[in-house]
């Protein structure tokens, strides 16, 4: 990793160390990794973690760095691998990094950070909207410390996986029960209408054998004799790895994205978590992603090798709320949805709608708001403050999300309210509700029972004037409010919305569906509620307005009957 030509030595330069300080202090400007949190099954088991790639001169290489933040300093959660950062260090407390003048006395490979900030010189093209490939390599350790394992995955079991059995091999239909088969390839085509790619043509996998200690290129030792499995392991398995390509006379550096499979093995490796790799993936340097792959992992390969995919493109973990909130077909009762979300940091990846949440299941694509991010989905229609009116009901037919890319109902949660004072800085907007109908079809075919054929919500912190599709930046946090079945209502209390999944559609139109394979679309309505009672406020029973979005007005309403019975006589 990290082989570059001489024609880069203007950039290296910029990038390399900074000036040394009389206090011990240094600034420093290279490449920030983002390793996003290790999971195991439902849950996350360790917080993100952060690392520098800086330049070095003398070798002409990058290398990569720990970062140890200072206590109190807030780590930079919103940030993403391959960004270029501004970092001051306590350099006593780093260990020895290029350029360092004076003593270093903290761990090798670690820069001790006291503050950091972006670089104002990073240049981020505008999205791009043609196809994104995936060009990967992937490395099947097949033996780690001089040991395998009985019955793992070798690189054609990987092959078929990924992409199902060579061009002209005979296959046979799934057994009765089963999921039909289904390709990382198939899976992320059909999830993003083929704007992701991953190609057996642009994709290396290959068996390698890996060693059990060495030492990485910024001087720090690292050693698995006991099972350990920390980041210096990590990097240190992949730099062995891309030593042994480079050995067959291939070139790793071609492969943006590294996935390395490692066997539980014994003493078992990793044995804390299944998966973890890079929020973000650098545009020069790639991007790196870890599975812990046993025997009876193999059915989870496909769905594993997608979240972390999904991670490099910038995606969060998809959480849903704690048990009895808003879970799966749960009604809640209005009080008991928060208008914010900056809580769902402590939430388990349990969204069951997403790649990048639930294990539960099988393989399923990305959620609402995340198919937003990615540019491969978009709206329907979308409400915001300035079209929706208190009591009034609007109607949205959505497709199956699998069916078309043009299948979300996205409603903008803030509220119009007074202008602020000069100098007083505007609320920030509230969040955006997604609406999504999912079936078990094409990529979703694995979603858990019981969850299809629902319509999904979703609040994310995205703003409508952030541009979808763009796959530099950070994805907003994602989480699920609700799943309903047809007739069931969910009420947003904090901006008096009102989502109702009213029942099927009619079959799609003659000749817009040629297989006959799409399903009838979903009929949702959105309303804006005043009150949780139509009676509720002045003459609530007799303006015209449905003001508790139930589609029943005034005396068609039985919270009214009261109010038009005492009204009788008057009406003679």
């Known amino acids: 990793m990290g082989q570059l030509s001489r024609a880069w030595l203007p950039l290296l330069l910029l990038l390399a160390v900074g000036q040394a300080t009389a206090q011990g202090g240094a600034y420093l400007r290279g490449r920030l990794v983002v390793l996003n949190e290790p999971r195991f099954s439902n849950s996350i088991i360790a917080p993100a973690s952060y690392l520098l790639w800086l330049f070095d001169s003398q070798a002409f290489d990058f290398v990569l760095y720990t970062l140890r933040l200072a206590p109190g300093l807030p780590p930079p959660e919103d940030y993403l691998t391959g960004e270029t950062i501004d970092l001051f260090i306590n350099a ?71 992409f199902g059995p060579p061009p002209g091999s005979a296959t046979s239909p799934a057994p009765a029960g089963r999921l039909p088969p289904m390709t990382l390839e198939r899976l992320l085509g059909s999830c993003t209408f083929g704007g992701i790619q991953i190609h057996r043509s642009n994709t290396l996998i290959m068996n390698v054998t890996l060693p059990c200690s060495g030492t990485l290129k910024n001087g720090a030792r690292w050693n698995a004799t006991g099972g350990q499995c920390g980041t210096n392991e990590l990097f240190g398995w992949m730099e062995a790895a891309a030593a042994a390509t480079r050995a067959t006379g291939l ?141 009034a009901t609007y109607q949205v037919t959505l497709p199956a999300s699998t069916a078309t890319p043009v299948s979300l109902l996205v409603l903008e949660t803030s509220r119009p309210g007074p202008v602020p004072s000069p100098g007083v800085t505007p609320p920030r907007p509230g969040p955006v509700l997604f609406a999504q109908y999912r079936t078990d079809d094409g990529g979703d075919a694995g979603l858990a029972r019981g969850t299809e054929g629902r319509v999904s919500l979703h609040l994310s912190n995205v703003s409508l004037t952030w541009q979808a599709g763009d796959r530099l930046s950070a994805g907003p946090r994602s989480r699920l409010l609700a799943s309903l079945a047809p007739g069931q209502q969910y009420r947003y209390a904090a901006s008096r919305i009102a989502i109702t999944f009213v029942g099927l559609g009619s079959a799609p139109a003659p000749g817009s569906d040629p297989g006959g394979v799409a399903p009838p679309p979903a009929r949702v309505t959105a309303c804006v509620f005043f009150s949780d009672n139509e009676a509720d406020g002045d003459n609530g029973c007799f303006d015209g307005v449905d003001n508790d979005c139930d589609g029943l007005i005034d005396n068609q309403d039985p919270d009214c009957a009261a109010a038009w019975a005492a009204m009788g006589p008057l009406l003679g």
């Open 92 to 162: 006593t407390l780093s260990g020895p990094y290029p350029g360092s003048l004076g003593p270093s006395l903290g761990p090798a490979g670690t820069l001790y950070v006291v503050d950091y900030s972006r670089t104002t010189i990073s240049i981020v093209p505008p999205p791009d909207p043609s196809p994104l490939p995936l060009p990967t390599v992937v490395w099947v350790a097949t033996s780690v410390c001089g040991r395998g394992e009985s019955g793992y995955l070798g690189q054609e079991d990987v092959a078929l996986t990924f």
């Open 251 to 391: 070139d790793p550096a071609v492969y943006p994205r590294r996935m390395l499979l490692l066997p539980r093995a014994a003493p078992p490796l990793c044995r804390s978590w299944q998966q973890r790799g890079t929020y973000g993936c650098d545009s020069r340097l790639g991007c790196d992603m870890w599975l812990r792959v046993g025997p009876a992992d193999r059915n989870r390969l496909l769905e594993w090798a997608l979240t972390q995919l999904g991670s490099s493109l910038g995606l969060r973990p998809a959480t849903a709320p704690p048990s009895g909130v808003a879970g799966e077909g749960v009604q809640p009762p209005p009080t008991a949805t928060p208008a914010a979300l900056a809580d769902t940091a402590s939430w388990p990846p349990s969204d069951p709608y997403c790649a990048m949440g639930a294990a539960q299941g099988g393989y399923r694509c990305f959620n609402g708001p995340n198919s937003f991010k990615l540019g491969v989905a978009s709206p329907v229609r979308t409400l915001t403050s300035e079209n929706l009116s208190f009591g």
